[in-house]
């Protein structure tokens, strides 16, 4: 039996192979990797009638957590999505992109997928929380794709900050939910308490671009436009609406949440019209479209979960083709400037159907799903009581047809004062996909199957939480829903030849007002005030450091002894024979020559000796492991003083009689403060030994005769894999300082 774990490993191993085998094969790779996705669209199709899905794996279970997965008529619809537009992507990429970047790509892309099926599968908070993160990690390596250009960086360390900040809060408010119904499975969850509702709402809001956390969004276009059409239209950035439809039912109603939906769609629409960049204008509308959906989750009744399950689906189509466009565009002409593009039916005619066809639906023209998402929207909203919700629609619907104006007459049918040049015509990958994508727009418009209607109706009952038969057509009589449409339709129509004027002045904005500069502002601030600590602190010498650290650890040890008065006394024992004393005096002697000898060579010199008394001390303890690492420390380090020394300045006395006593008394102070703190420790009373525990258990079930050993690999691995990752990634950061290479202006530095 195929079990949807089966196209998560599949992703996983698509991604490993990605590049060794994208390497040879070149763009044709892209061809090849479309199995993963496609075989996870087509099992879905084939999946409907059998759900919902379920599949669960013991994973902690001392903390009784499993890895389950449930997939419902929701998450069906978003696994379609990701799978289906998934498969899309990985065509339109194989002829968007460069062979030598493609497998990279495609590797991130195939990992990110397989993040967003396990979101839109997820059972419990735990696993959705996994896979919650995988995304943004994942989608700051796409956004940051070409990490060469400064643009690029800033806007993926933007996105990471903000949908970084935004899961941390979201995790709070899913332990919070957690522990109020005492167990992390979303099927079981009956209660939430308005905190934790507010937390995942925000955790979510931050993912899916909700104001004010909605700047991100646009910034993220200077990704490669595969990215762009894949996370910013159809799957990431609707992650957050999935988590609120899914808690929809638990939820119920929450009226802030619909303002804020309603305040994004507004404000997101309007600053559409106020840019030139083609992705960039598509990416405000996607904003507002996610406005909606919020708006909508937040109304809560059936009309508004229906309409939001139609929204998804309209929404993903049409926006999807029309990035995919846009990229094309690029791609063919060099520019993106709405300014610069005109008559382009004649140079690119082959995108001139996709890009008609996609922005008659995100216009909301009559026979797309886009007119039908908008009478849906329009009908979820009582004029009694939903005034407002009416008019951010109407506004929303408004910006449409003027976005819609300029991706189709503006830039295909007129003429501009300055043209660019045709570079080359789209090959079949650039423009097929979108077309697939637009087509379908149309279909579901015109065409309301009742496989549609029905498969529609029964995620509208998963978000809602009961039963939803509201019937879903292209005609619903002449209603109020309907003359608001009209409306709209013809106001934007009016408006569209002054969208220059409007343009030139939503430009002159003052960055603050979109709250991006307020972001900048908060950020300069942060790394203004990191840099005055840091420049305060490490221009110190190491003897400053030295006296700071020592003397900040007696203060607060002076503190907690002055609170807790300690017992002080000699701990009973065989006591510390003669060959231990000599050991001991003979580093201490050592450790004292040290300070007086006149020359590096002889100082480090009696420093391994030092070293060399303390590992036989430890042998003496029957710490042969310890000891063995103290003398290869001890070699190293001697080694590499050896080595440098014909580098370094004269050595020579520098310290003034002042520092010197300073020194000297922190030292003694600092020797004699651990000696007292050594013998409070022993003076205490002892917890009982677990060293016998070890001893018996290292072996059967460690299967290791070294304790030691086995303590660190197997008792104490996840400290031993924190330290190992911690020594890969300082190792991985020398790398990549060694090899980095900056552009700045065209120049490599």
Request: glycine residues 8%; hydrophobic residues 55%.
């Amino acid at each position: 039996m195929v079990t949807i774990e089966i196209f998560l490993i599949a992703g996983l191993i698509l991604a490993a192979l990605a590049q060794p085998i994208g390497r040879r094969l070149g763009s044709s790779f892209s061809l090849l990797a479309t199995l993963v996705p496609l075989s996870a669209f087509v099992w879905g199709i084939t999946s409907l009638q059998t759900l919902p899905i379920i599949s669960s794996r013991p994973w902690v279970p001392s903390l009784g957590l499993d890895f389950s997965l449930r997939l419902d008529h929701l998450g069906l619809l978003f696994w379609l999505l990701i799978s289906g537009i998934g498969t899309l992507i990985f065509i339109y990429a194989g002829a968007y992109m460069k062979p030598k970047e493609l497998p990279r790509l495609l590797s991130i892309l195939s990992v990110f997928m397989v993040a967003m099926l396990g979101i839109a599968s997820a059972a419990n908070a735990i696993t959705l929380f996994l896979f919650w993160e995988i995304t943004s990690i994942t989608s700051f390596l796409l956004i940051g794709f070409k990490g060469e250009y400064e643009n690029s960086r800033k806007s993926a360390v933007q996105a990471l900050a903000v949908t970084g900040i935004g899961g941390l809060i979201l995790l709070a408010g899913l332990i919070l939910l957690g522990t109020e119904n005492q167990t992390f499975e979303f099927a079981q969850w009956t209660s939430a308490s308005p905190i934790a509702i507010t937390l995942v709402a925000i955790g979510c809001m931050t993912k899916s671009a909700q104001f004010p956390f909605h700047f991100w969004l646009p910034n993220a276009m200077a990704a490669p436009t595969p990215v762009s059409a894949y996370l910013h239209s159809a799957t990431m950035v609707k992650a957050g609406i999935f988590l609120l439809a899914k808690l929809s039912p638990l939820f119920g109603p929450q009226p802030a949440l619909a303002w804020i939906g309603a305040i994004t769609l507004v404000w997101a629409s309007v600053l559409s019209l106020g840019e030139r960049d083609l992705k960039r204008i598509l990416a405000w509308s996607t904003v507002g479209a996610l406005g909606l959906m919020v708006m909508l989750i937040g109304h809560g009744t059936k009309e508004a979960a229906e309409a939001v399950a139609y929204t998804i689906l309209a929404h993903a189509l049409y926006k999807g083709a029309l990035f995919m466009t846009a990229g094309s565009i690029d791609h063919a002409m060099g520019t993106r400037d709405a300014l610069q593009l005109g008559n382009l039916r004649r140079h690119i005619p082959t995108l001139a159907l996709p890009a008609i066809l996609a922005s008659l639906s995100l216009a909301g023209i009559p026979i797309f799903a886009g007119f039908i998402k908008k009478e849906l929207a329009l009908a979820a909203f009582e004029p009694a009581t939903g005034i407002p919700f009416l008019i951010a629609i109407i506004i929303s619907a408004i910006s449409g047809i003027i976005v819609a104006m300029t991706l189709t007459h503006r830039i295909f049918f007129q003429s501009q004062p300055e043209e660019a040049e045709l570079h080359h015509a789209p090959t079949p990958g650039l423009w097929i996909p979108p077309l697939i994508l637009a087509v379908l727009g149309l279909l579901v418009g015109a065409f309301c199957l009742p496989i549609g209607e029905h498969f529609i109706q029964y995620v509208a009952a998963t978000i809602h939480g009961s039963e939803v038969k509201n019937h879903i057509a292209l005609w619903h009589g002449f209603k109020l829903p309907l003359f608001l449409s009209i409306g709209a339709i013809v106001t934007g129509f009016i408006l569209n030849p002054f969208w220059p004027r409007i343009r030139t002045s939503l430009e002159n904005l003052p960055k603050t007002v979109t709250l991006e500069g307020s972001f900048r502002a908060l950020n300069q601030l942060t790394n203004q005030t990191s840099v005055g600590i840091t420049m305060f602190y490490e221009r110190r010498s190491v003897r400053d450091h030295m006296i700071l650290n020592f003397g900040a650890f007696l203060v607060i040890l002076g503190v907690v002894a002055a609170q807790n008065p300690m017992t002080l006394a000699l701990p009973n024992g065989p006591g510390i024979l003669f060959h231990e004393v000599v050991l001991l005096l003979f580093a201490a002697l050592a450790a004292i020559v040290v300070i007086f000898i006149p020359n590096r060579l002889g100082a480090v010199a009696v420093l391994g000796i030092v070293g060399v008394a303390m590992a036989i001390t430890y042998v003496t303890f029957s710490a042969p492991d310890l000891a063995l690492t103290q003398i290869l420390i001890d070699v190293l380090t001697v080694v590499l003083f050896v080595l440098i020394f014909a580098k370094l300045p004269r050595f020579k006395d520098i310290l003034t009689k002042n520092q010197k006593l300073t020194n000297a008394t922190i030292s003694i102070v600092f020797g004699s403060a651990m000696t007292l703190l050594m013998l409070a420790v022993l003076s205490a009373p002892q917890l009982p030994s677990i060293n016998h525990y070890f001893a018996e258990t290292s072996y059967t079930l460690g299967q290791g005769l070294n304790v030691v050993n086995v303590i660190i690999v197997d008792y104490r691995a996840l400290d031993t894999m924190g330290e190992i990752t911690v020594l890969c990634l300082a190792a991985l950061g020398v790398h990549t300082l060694v090899r980095l290479k900056v552009k700045s202006g065209g120049q490599k530095q």
